[in-house]
């Protein structure tokens, strides 16, 4: 008697399905496998050539968009990937949030119809002073009410888009209330998200916000969500004409998180230079194989320390300079992936 047990393939799918819990409209030639991460992209204006480091050009954009459609990536709403995330719901492998800041003209005349017409979802953040003043080059209010109806999730970058690791308390307060409270007055519901303007903020920034009613807070530090991130300080990453070639956005898109604990300095406002960098890799595995970490004026950092199996530091000769510096990890990881680890710090004039 043959012991092989042969099953019809009608049934396999069945019994993989119930075992796996994917859903049998999820068999087929892609299956949206259960991920605890995701990458966030940080766009700001569309075809405008003269500002290379803000914009992509039109090609560019058409590319990235052919790219998120190929079938590879889930495009998913800004509310939705970081509820899922932070309450431990899977989201699909290779999912992907696109949020857009400061609500420049060229989002609405180029950015936005393309994204549209390509069913893609994706978030504003407005600074609202420019909003009020009809300043040239930006939205109206009429144009974001008009992406807001269709579906837009909108977002705060304050009043008056300061830089706010600078700022006192009361003056971020008031900025991050009023900025809320006048996207209310226009759009009928209280923001849920601030985006920190040139992605510079600080302890008190972010308490800040928090106590302004923000739940969640955007940086401009590359790096992918995890549960375990600082959902008040999250990272997302740059797209601009310089950093918008296809196989860069693709190697971004592609990107597992880093998942870190007990990083210091936990302030994004530096107040002792050179500091201390360092973190816990929350694999109990330990460090990955071939991690190396970056910082974006000085390069390679080869003075790096492992203490035990999963903590890492990182030692600087040079004091950092004014301004924005970011420090970046990396490890190789599964399917020519990469696994990324990044944070930014403000450093006062």
């Not at 999820?26 to 605890?36: N, P």
């Not at 696109?98 to 950015?111: F, N, P, R």
């Not at 995890?226 to 990272?235: G, K, R, V």
Request: glycine share 8%; hydrophobic share 40%; with cysteine.
């Amino acid at each position: 008697m043959n012991s092989r047990l042969h099953i019809s393939l009608p049934l396999f799918v069945a019994l993989v399905s119930v075992v796996f819990a994917i859903p049998l409209a999820l068999v087929g030639a892609r299956v949206a496998v259960a991920s605890d991460s995701g990458v966030i992209l940080m766009y700001h204006r569309f075809g405008e050539d003269a500002y290379p480091s803000t914009s992509v050009t039109v090609e560019q954009l058409d590319s990235h968009i052919e790219e998120l459609l190929a079938g590879a990536y889930t495009v998913l709403p800004l509310s939705e990937m970081v509820d899922s995330i932070r309450k431990g719901v899977p989201v699909p492998d290779r999912a992907v949030a696109i949020t857009v800041d400061d609500a420049y003209a060229s989002l609405y005349e180029t950015g936005w119809p393309k994204l549209r017409d390509a069913g893609l979802p994706f978030t504003v953040f407005v600074a609202t002073r420019a909003i009020d003043a009809g300043l040239s080059g930006y939205m109206s209010w009429d144009q974001i009410r008009e992406l807001h109806d269709a579906g837009v999730e909108i977002g705060s970058q304050t009043v008056t888009h300061l830089h706010m690791a600078d700022a006192d308390y009361e003056t971020n307060l008031a900025e991050l209330s009023d900025s809320s409270a006048r996207l209310e007055a226009e759009l009928g519901k209280k923001p849920r998200f601030v985006a920190y303007p040139y992605g510079e903020a600080s302890s008190e920034a972010i308490q800040a916000a928090f106590e302004a009613g923000y739940e969640i807070g955007f940086g401009q530090h590359s790096g992918v969500l995890f549960q375990q991130a600082d959902f008040m300080y999250l990272p997302r990453y740059p797209i601009n004409m310089n950093y918008g070639g296809l196989d860069r956005f693709r190697r971004v898109i592609n990107t597992l998180p880093l998942a870190v604990a007990d990083l210091t300095p936990t302030n994004p406002k530096l107040l002792e230079n050179p500091p201390v960098f360092g973190f816990t890799v929350a694999d109990p595995s330990g460090i990955p194989f071939g991690l190396a970490c970056y910082h974006s004026q000085f390069g390679k950092v080869e003075r790096m320390e492992v203490l035990g199996k999963r903590r890492v530091e990182l030692r600087f000769d040079q004091v950092f300079p004014p301004g924005r510096n970011r420090i970046n990890c990396t490890a190789p990881g599964p399917s020519a992936r990469w696994r990324w680890f990044g944070m930014q710090y403000y450093v006062p004039e």
